[in-house]
């Protein structure tokens, strides 16, 4: 045993929990900018600039096949995610269909859609299959992780548009 005063060798106190008080800090700040942060969102975003509710299905290729799902129902001025997470093409194609004023947003990317909720993998023989052949427009998103589409009104003539 040691005598008051007297001088050891070996681990004092403090060095015992240095160690301890750097993981303690460590902890506290993952912890504290975990929470404080706002976290990257990765998504595929569409944003009705409207002032009609709108229709809209997506077309993508994932790992193995075209796919076309839709229909997500966007009230005016309002966003959806229509992709959660990382997007998985850098290619996405947009067909949209504006319920109040009866126009469309389409291209010439043909795939295949129907009137009801749907989820339709390939992109052939749409009609034999008993679908509807339906034209999309292109989205590049530069294999983005994340990116926001927006729909608008079309520009009226005569107010300076083309």
Not at 80 to 104: C, K, N
Not at 125 to 151: H, K, P
Request: net charge negative; with cysteine; aromatic share 14%.
């Amino acid at each position: 045993m040691y005598e008051v005063g007297e001088r050891h060798q070996g681990w004092s106190r403090a060095r015992v929990n240095a160690p301890l008080r750097a993981v303690v800090v460590a902890v506290f700040t993952l912890l504290f900018f975990s929470i404080s942060s706002d976290g990257a969102y990765a998504d595929l975003r569409l944003c009705n600039k409207t002032d009609s509710q709108v229709g809209v299905a997506i077309g993508y290729k994932d790992k193995s096949d075209w796919v076309t799902e839709g229909w997500w129902n966007l009230a005016s001025n309002s966003c959806e995610t229509l992709v959660p997470g990382s997007l998985v093409s850098r290619y996405y194609y947009i067909y949209a269909v504006d319920y109040d004023q009866f126009g469309e947003w389409g291209g010439r990317a043909f795939m295949c859609t129907r009137e009801k909720e749907f989820t339709i993998r390939g992109i052939e023989d749409c009609v034999a299959r008993g679908f509807e052949r339906t034209g999309f427009f292109e989205i590049d998103t530069g294999e983005q992780s994340s990116w926001t589409v927006q729909l608008t009104e079309p520009v009226q003539q005569g107010t300076g548009g083309r």
